[in-house]
T-cell receptor, first 110, second 114 residues
Framework: EAQVTQNPRYLITVTGKKLTVTCSQN?????MSWYRQDPGLGLRQIYY???????DKGDVPEGYKVSRKEKRNFPLILESPSPNQTSLYFC?????????FGSGTRLTVV | GENVEQHPSTLSVQEGDSAVIKCTYS??????FPWYKQELGKGPQLIID?????GEKKDQRIAVTLNKTAKHFSLHITETQPEDSAVYFC?????????????FGTGTKLQVIP
């Protein structure tokens, strides 16, 4: 089944403790992206990648890092999480046309 | 940059009635307009899309219309069913530096009342 897999689904962490949210796709898509979803703000792009070793900032990149060492994987790294990064995060991939989204990661930073 | 406005933010309809969600965009370079449905606890799922060289597209009970001159596009759902209840997002997309830059609307929560 063609899909984007994110882990974990839920995560509660403390301020300043580094964390990684993993994302993997099995569709051989070149383009991958991370979004955060907040009430009233819709989906905002954090980072994207057009291919292996090619990444760039989206609209809200502050406080986040990404890497793209393999085509299928695109992890999101929060080096020092803060409470304002509490949100619902989605990974997505595409090959022309629309996105395929993962199921989401609900992150709470206390 | 691109700005996508979506209305209404919430919509309640009786089962069997039609539902219409409207979006406007600001950048005339946008050329691809997908619509996503997000059910509770799930990621958004692409349900229909339209490109700028087409004025209307239909898929069973769902249709999308595009007016490039007015820079607006709409989602139409006919004969609504309870399983249509979800949050719907519109988006506008354009070529930007070799990739498609996508801007989403803020979403419409549709409730279909049995």
């Amino acid at each position: 089944e063609a899909q984007v897999t994110q882990n974990p689904r839920y995560l509660i962490t403390v301020t300043g403790k580094k964390l990684t949210v993993t994302c993997s796709q099995n569709m051989n898509h070149e383009y991958m992206s991370w979004y955060r979803q907040d009430p009233g703000l819709g989906l905002r792009q954090i980072y994207y990648s057009m291919n292996v070793e090619v990444t760039d900032k989206g609209d809200v990149p502050e406080g986040y890092k990404v890497s793209r060492k393999e085509k299928r994987n695109f992890p999101l790294i929060l080096e020092s999480p803060s409470p304002n990064q509490t949100s619902l995060y989605f990974c997505a991939s595409a090959k022309g046309g629309g996105y395929t989204f993962g199921s989401g990661t609900r992150l709470t930073v206390v | 940059g691109e700005n996508v406005e979506q209305h209404p933010s919430t919509l309640s309809v009786q089962e069997g009635d039609s539902a219409v969600i409207k979006c406007t965009y600001s950048d005339s370079a946008s050329n691809y307009f997908p619509w996503y449905k997000q059910e509770l606890g799930k990621g958004p799922q692409l349900i229909i899309d339209i490109r700028s060289n087409v004025g209307e597209k239909k898929d069973q009970r769902i249709a999308v219309t595009l007016n490039k001159t007015a820079k607006h596009f709409s989602l139409h759902i006919t004969e609504t069913q309870p399983e249509d209840s979800a949050v719907y997002f519109c988006a506008a997309s354009k070529n930007s530096g070799g990739y498609q830059k996508v801007t989403f609307g803020t979403g419409t929560k549709l409730q279909v009342i049995p």
